[in-house]
């Protein structure tokens, strides 16, 4: 899948990032773009398209809104009013950027931390990357200490994946160091 980050640049992803983690809606979040049919046309009707989008700093607990153009409910949950409002924030900014948008959307599925966290509860807190980056979360601690290499108890399996190092995200870099380890 192709995938770019719609943002003003670094300040930007700053600010959201800051605003996010006061527990705000970011003013103007960064807008990972993903478009699946690029790399698999299959996944949408023959002349239609499907764009992914996902706003890596929406707060678990929602305290308010930086723009203060969205109402908060008063005990922080995501509720279906205030997933709703936040994407049309969202579809705002990209019909600021992509001529035709508005028109071009045929259906949206909005889906907020709390939706995330309800379809699978390993997502803690809706985070779709696996986890704390805290200290005590990484590098001789991942997945526990005294593990070491990716490298398990039967012989030729490996772990992978967030709870390994180098940790959560979406860059493949458990995997990738245990096929270089593998002579791959």
Known sequence: M???HLTPGLDGVSKAG??????????????????PCAA?????????SVLWLQ????????????A???????DGTWTEALREA????????LARHIDGFSESV?????ISPADLEGYNMNLVGGDPYGGACTLDQFFLWRPFAGSTRHGTD??????????????????GGSGFLVAKELGA
Request: aromatic share 2%.
């Open 106 to 110: 045929v259906t949206r599925r909005a």
């Open 40 to 48: 698999d046309p299959s996944r949408a009707p023959e002349g239609q």
């Open 2 to 4: 192709q995938l770019l």
């Open 18 to 35: 800051n605003e996010a983690e006061r527990g705000m809606l970011p003013e103007v979040p960064t807008i990972c773009v993903g478009q």
């Open 55 to 66: 706003m890596p700093e929406a707060p678990r607990h929602v305290k308010g809104d930086a």
């Open 68 to 74: 203060g153009e969205i109402d908060v409910p008063a």
């Open 86 to 93: 936040y994407a049309d924030r969202i579809e705002a900014i």
């Open 154 to 171: 039967l012989k030729g399996l490996y772990h992978i994946g967030a709870s390994t190092h180098p940790g959560p995200g979406l860059s």
